[in-house]
Protein backbone atom coordinates (compact mmCIF):
# COMPACT_ATOMS: atom_id res chain seq x y z
CA UNK A 1 0.00 0.00 0.00
CA UNK A 2 1.44 3.73 -0.77
CA UNK A 3 1.23 5.99 1.51
CA UNK A 4 -0.56 8.70 0.54
CA UNK A 5 -0.32 12.85 2.39
CA UNK A 6 -2.88 13.06 5.41
CA UNK A 7 -3.84 16.88 5.03
CA UNK A 8 -6.54 15.73 7.49
CA UNK A 9 -3.88 14.84 10.34
CA UNK A 10 -1.98 18.27 9.66
CA UNK A 11 -5.36 20.12 9.45
CA UNK A 12 -5.70 18.61 13.01
CA UNK A 13 -2.49 19.30 14.24
CA UNK A 14 -2.48 22.91 13.11
CA UNK A 15 -5.90 23.62 14.07
CA UNK A 16 -5.49 22.92 17.60
CA UNK A 17 -2.04 25.41 17.41
CA UNK A 18 0.64 23.19 17.65
CA UNK A 19 3.70 23.33 15.57
CA UNK A 20 4.56 20.41 14.42
CA UNK A 21 8.21 19.33 16.24
CA UNK A 22 6.17 20.53 19.32
CA UNK A 23 3.47 17.95 18.58
CA UNK A 24 5.80 15.07 17.62
CA UNK A 25 7.39 15.20 21.33
CA UNK A 26 3.90 15.43 22.59
CA UNK A 27 3.16 12.18 20.69
CA UNK A 28 6.49 10.22 21.19
CA UNK A 29 7.47 10.26 17.84
CA UNK A 30 10.71 11.99 15.88
CA UNK A 31 9.76 15.53 14.05
CA UNK A 32 11.07 13.95 10.69
CA UNK A 33 8.76 10.99 11.11
CA UNK A 34 6.02 12.90 12.14
CA UNK A 35 6.68 15.51 8.76
CA UNK A 36 7.09 12.01 6.47
CA UNK A 37 3.65 10.49 8.03
CA UNK A 38 1.62 14.12 6.74
CA UNK A 39 3.81 14.41 3.05
CA UNK A 40 2.73 10.53 2.18
CA UNK A 41 6.36 9.39 1.96
CA UNK A 42 6.06 7.10 4.73
CA UNK A 43 3.40 4.88 5.82
CA UNK A 44 3.04 4.89 9.38
CA UNK A 45 3.05 1.73 12.12
CA UNK A 46 0.22 0.75 13.67
CA UNK A 47 2.32 2.42 16.92
CA UNK A 48 3.22 5.09 15.28
CA UNK A 49 -0.65 5.81 14.24
CA UNK A 50 -2.00 4.78 18.10
CA UNK A 51 0.83 7.59 19.96
CA UNK A 52 -0.24 10.12 17.12
CA UNK A 53 -3.74 9.36 17.65
CA UNK A 54 -3.87 9.06 21.45
CA UNK A 55 -1.99 12.53 21.67
CA UNK A 56 -4.85 14.03 19.78
CA UNK A 57 -7.39 12.27 21.41
CA UNK A 58 -9.46 10.55 18.47
CA UNK A 59 -9.60 7.79 16.93
CA UNK A 60 -6.57 6.23 14.30
CA UNK A 61 -9.98 5.65 11.84
CA UNK A 62 -10.57 9.11 11.62
CA UNK A 63 -6.87 10.16 11.24
CA UNK A 64 -5.61 7.71 9.30
CA UNK A 65 -8.76 6.43 6.67
Known amino acids: MKPKPNYKLKAEITRRGYWLKDF???????PKTLSL????????TDAIEKKIAKALRMSRKKLFQ
Open 37 to 44: VITGRYLP
Open 24 to 30: AVKAGVH
